[in-house]
C-alpha cells in the first residue's frame, strides 16, 4: 500500500480512468489513487452540481474528488475540508447573508481562487488542474465539461429545482419526476477525456458507485461520450452504488423509489447496459448476479476504511483485467469477422 | 459613562457630526458615541480607501469604524476584527491565490455581503446602514459618497499608486508628491450628510483626528462639502493628529516630509483654515496655540484606554458648545450687519 504523499513524478498518460461524482465515486477513486502509479489514474467528474453563489463558482464534486484525493477531507463531517472553520459563516449570518449553502473558511478560498482564475479567462480545466497540482494530487482530473450543464430536478410539484436548491436546500425532499441536464446539448465533452478513450495506453474504464442520474447522467449527457464509452477499446465497468436495497449515501434510492425504478443493482446495470463491458455488485446482492447478461464480479463494495477502498480498487481493475484479455479477443474476431 | 450595548432607543436625528478616516478618526468616534445619546451621532466616513479585490468591494475605513463601534474590533492587532481567523487566507496562499492583502475569515463576510448588497442595486448608504444595524450600532453612519472616490497617490518615482497598493502592499514606502481622488468631481456628497448640515437639530462638527490628505481631503474633495462645511451654522472643530513632531499612526508626518510641510499642529489648522472655528491640539504641543488665530483647546489628545476616548470626547463637544454660542451671535451680528 502506497502512502498518498509520493515524491514528485513525473506527468504521464493515465492507464485508467475513472467516472465519478461526489462522496461515493471519490471513494473509489481514492482506492484507485492510491494503489495505483503517480499520474496513473484520470478522473473525469460530474460538473452538473456546480453552480454560482455569492458570484463564485462553486464545483461540490470537484472539491470532494479534490479533498479526498488530497487527504485534506473531513471524515468526521463526510463532506468539506478536515479542520474546516466557520467564522465566515457565523460573521454572515450576523449580518443577515444567505447561509443556506455551508461556506467553511478555507473552503471558501477553493471557490475564490477557482471564480478568480476563470474571471482571468481560464477554462475549468485549467483551473481545475492548477487547483489539484496545489494541493500536490498526482491524477488527472478533469471537469466532465468546461461549459456550464446544469443538473436540473423536475419534481412532482411541477417545479424545476435546481440541483443544490434540491439537495442542500430542500434536503432531497421533494418527490422528483425526471432531470434534466440544462446546457448539456451545447456542451463540449473535456477534450482530453475523449482523447484518452482512444488512447492505446488505457486499460480499464471504471464508473464510480455514484448516482447514477444525478452524477454519472450529467457526463452522459453531452454529446458524444456515450457513443464514445459504447466504441472505446478497453473495458467499461461499473460498481453498483447500490448495495441490499438502499444506496450507501444519498438520494438514489430515494429518486429510483420515487422514478419506480426497482431498488437493485439489475437496475445500475441496466442503465448503463450499452456500453458497459462488466459490473461489480456487492456480496449482499450475490443472489441479483446470474439475472445479469454481462461479466459480473461479486464482492465487497461498501467501503469504510481506506483497506475497503483499496481492495475495491484492486477487486476493479483485476476485473477489469480480465474483461479486457476478453474484449481485445472479441474486437479481434469483430474485425477478422468483417 | 455608559456601556456600549444599550437599549433599542428609537431612531433619531443627530446632533453630532464627526468627519472620520480609519483607526484614528474611529478612536475618537467611539469616545463621542460612548458618551452621547443613541442615534445623537453621525459619522461621516471616508471612502477613498474602498477598492475591489476579488470582485468584493472593501471599504476599509467603514469596517474599522464598524468593528470600532459595535466593539468587535482586534485591539492586539489596531485593526480587523476580534478574535480574527485566517483559515481563508492560508488556503488561499497554498492554491497559489493573491493574499497580499489580509482578508480575515469573518472580515470576508463583510465584504462578501456588502458586495451581494451593492449587486443588487442597493447604494453604498443603504448596504452600510443595513450593516452597522446588524451589528447594533446605534449611530449614523454614512460613507462620504455613494459614488466612487479613490485615493491615488502621485509618487516622486513617476507612479500613481491606487491608496491600498500605496498603504498595504508598498507599506506607505514610496515617497509621495502629491494626492489625487480619481471620481471626486463626478461624485454626490452623501444626501444625510448634506442635509444636517443644515438641520437646527445639529450643535457641532468634530473632525476627527484623521489624516488630513488621504482620510479628510477625499470627503473635502466632493463639490459641495467643503463650502457646505464654512456656511454651516454650527462650530466645526478638528483635533490634531500631529502630537510633539509625529502622527500617533499612519503616514501622516511621513507625508507632510515628504511633501515639505512642517509637522505640526497649526499645519493641520492651516490646511482646514477655511471653515474650522476651533482646533485642538496635545498638551505637547500648547506652545503652537498662541500662534493659532482661531480658538484653540489645548489637552490630552493621545487616546489609549476607553476612559482618553471619552475624556477627549467631552472635551471636544464642551469646547464647541463654548464656539457655538459665539458662532450664533457672530452670525446674528453678521445679519444685523448685513
Redesign the interface.
Known amino acids: 500500500m502506497k502512502d498518498i504523499v509520493r515524491n514528485n513524478a513525473v506527468k504521464s498518460k493515465p492507464r485508467v480512468l475513472a467516472l465519478s461524482g461526489g462522496i461515493g465515486g471519490a471513494k473509489l477513486a481514492l482506492g484507485l489513487y492510491r494503489i495505483l502509479d503517480p499520474w496513473d489514474l484520470a478522473v473525469v467528474v460530474n460538473t452538473g452540481d456546480d453552480f454560482e453563489h455569492?458570484?463564485l463558482h462553486i464545483a461540490p464534486d470537484v472539491d470532494t474528488l479534490m479533498y479526498t484525493l488530497s487527504g485534506t477531507n473531513n471524515t468526521e463531517l463526510g463532506w468539506g475540508?478536515a479542520g474546516?472553520?466557520w467564522?465566515?459563516?457565523?460573521?454572515?449570518k450576523?449580518?443577515?447573508?444567505?447561509t443556506w449553502f455551508q461556506l467553511?473558511?478555507?473552503?471558501?478560498?477553493?471557490h475564490?481562487?477557482r471564480?478568480?482564475s476563470l474571471?482571468r479567462g481560464n477554462t475549468l480545466s485549467t483551473v481545475t488542474a492548477?487547483?489539484f497540482h496545489?494541493?500536490e494530487i498526482q491524477a488527472h482530473v478533469w471537469p466532465m465539461s468546461d461549459q456550464p450543464v446544469r443538473t436540473m430536478i423536475d419534481a412532482v410539484d411541477g417545479r424545476e429545482i435546481p440541483f443544490q436548491n434540491y439537495f442542500v436546500q430542500e434536503k432531497c425532499e421533494p418527490e422528483v419526476s425526471g432531470f434534466r441536464f440544462t446546457g448539456a446539448g451545447d456542451a463540449l465533452p473535456n477534450a482530453s477525456f475523449m482523447e484518452l478513450l482512444e488512447d492505446p495506453c488505457l486499460n480499464a474504464i471504471i464508473v464510480c458507485p455514484s448516482n447514477p442520474y444525478v452524477s454519472v447522467d450529467p457526463m452522459l449527457a453531452i454529446p458524444g461520450v456515450r457513443a464514445a464509452l459504447k466504441a472505446c477499446h478497453v473495458p467499461v465497468i461499473a460498481v453498483s452504488p447500490i448495495v441490499g436495497g438502499e444506496a450507501i449515501k444519498g438520494p438514489t434510492a430515494k429518486m429510483m423509489r420515487e422514478l419506480n425504478i426497482p431498488v437493485d443493482p439489475l437496475s445500475i446495470a441496466r442503465h448503463y447496459a450499452d456500453f458497459l463491458d462488466g459490473f461489480i455488485l456487492d456480496d449482499a446482492d450475490a443472489h441479483h448476479a446470474d439475472s445479469l447478461e454481462i461479466p459480473t464480479l461479486v464482492t465487497r463494495t461498501v467501503m469504510q476504511t481506506l483497506e475497503d477502498r483499496d481492495a475495491l480498487a484492486r477487486d476493479s481493475l483485476s476485473f477489469a483485467q480480465r474483461l479486457k484479455a476478453d474484449k481485445s479477443l472479441n474486437t479481434t474476431s469483430a474485425k477478422r469477422a468483417s
Do not use: C, I
Open positions: 455569492f458570484g475540508r474546516e472553520t467564522a465566515f459563516l457565523e460573521q454572515l450576523r449580518l443577515g447573508g444567505e467553511g473558511d478555507g473552503d471558501l478560498a477553493v475564490l481562487q471564480s478568480e474571471k492548477d487547483l496545489h494541493l
